[in-house]
């Protein structure tokens, strides 16, 4: 048995209570097992229990063998002089505090439900991509639809830290920050790094300044992504070249080369210079983008920011100097919704967090319930198993689930696990 199972058993009281007793013999009553603690020092704080006649309020540590108390030096550690109760599976030892205090033991060797240990363990070792999946129509649909609201608040919580992470990068400003993290995500998955380093190359400020028509944002934006070195081309494309090249000498400007940028085995609709082209109009169109922001209300204000083209050069070009068939190239809804997903909400949610706004924070997760499931292998596999997502929201904890709890197997601390593991006869 290991000893995470033990700590699952004590916080569920997964054991039979029926006069529970220390090993010295003393009744004990659980009125509270106490906070699971994450951090170093005793497993469980704030713990309130009846050991004879005594009220005992303080900390639960919890071990295979009591001898492990020892073998661990808490009886030497200053932070377990708290402890009111030592939960063991086998009791071979008595033990003390550094200060000689006896700690009642508790064993439960003989307690512990056979169903419970009997469910985790079979979780632990079938073979399934999915541990539950064998179990998943047991569930209760209201409990995952819960389990799904917390999961999809976690992997916000996730890229809040990674934005804080941004904004002090950039000394605080929102509005480069946005910019930075926006480029991020038009590089979509492929061209993600080469979409930050230009944003880094080609500061928003710079590009505000001097981008001062479409033409020019796209001249600063192809120029520095690298695009624009070759000294011959179409008449378009040798206009943003000497764009460039006034601006490069007079900023100072870097490139990137242009092998940073991938095209293989991708759509043309999804090329690098469809997409930075659309980037360019974005940002061309809303000088002050990240203002818009904190006032989206709802999924239809958001996808209106999203409602652009790239410049009608491109309508007939997916790459400098190779005409193509018409088509203009509007982003369209699924990669819109994308950016929604994992730009716009995780900074709406961040900035609820930075200005304790419990309305924006809030505000994040509901839109992210308005918009249609992103579909990719993942949601595709837990709709094999009969786990349809109805929106982002869902497919967001989806991917969460499946990432951070199901390919680890950290069943005792997955919502759906519980469920299962808890369920006894």
Known sequence: MLEVF?????????????????????????????????????????????????????????????????????DQDEAYENCILHVVLNADTNVKTKSGRVVHCLELKSRIHDSAFRNYRNLLENH?????????????????????HQLARARLEIRSRQIASVLEKFNGSWDQSYYFWMGKQFGFSLNAIPFTMLCDVLPLNLLHRHGNNLEKTEAL???????????????????????????????????????????????????????IAQFAALYFDNNNLFSLLPEISSY??????????????????????????LS????????????????????????????NSEMHINKAIEILGQIEPEQNHIISRWKKYGIKAGNALHSQALVELSNEFCSQKKCLNCGIGLQLINNLP
């Open 221 to 275: 934006l192809f120029g520095c992504a690298g695009f624009l070195e070759d000294e011959s081309g179409d008449p378009y494309y040798m206009v943003l070249r000497e764009h460039f090249l006034h601006y490069k000498n007079l900023l100072r400007l870097r490139s990137l080369h242009i092998s940073s940028w991938k095209f293989l085995r991708m759509r043309p609709n999804n090329f690098p210079t469809v997409r």
């Open 300 to 325: 239809t204000e958001a996808r209106e920011v999203f409602n652009l083209k790239a410049s009608s050069y491109w309508d007939e070009h997916y790459r400098f100097n190779c005409r193509a068939s």
């Open 6 to 74: 033990l700590h699952h058993v004590w916080k569920y009281s997964l054991f039979i209570k029926e006069d529970l007793k220390c090993t010295s013999g003393e009744r004990i009553e659980i009125i509270d097992p106490g906070n699971l603690n994450s951090d170093s020092g005793p497993d469980f704080h704030t713990a309130r229990l009846k050991i004879g006649d005594t009220l005992w309020v303080g900390c639960v540590e919890v071990h295979l063998n009591s001898s492990d108390w020892e073998k661990h030096g808490h």
């Open 328 to 355: 203009v190239k509007i982003l369209g809804k699924r990669s819109a919704d994308l950016l929604i997903i994992n730009a716009c909400l995780p900074f709406l949610y961040t900035w609820g967090k930075f200005h």
């Open 128 to 148: 399934h991509h999915l541990p539950c999946e064998p179990r998943l129509k047991e569930t209760d649909p209201n409990q995952n639809e819960d389990w799904f």
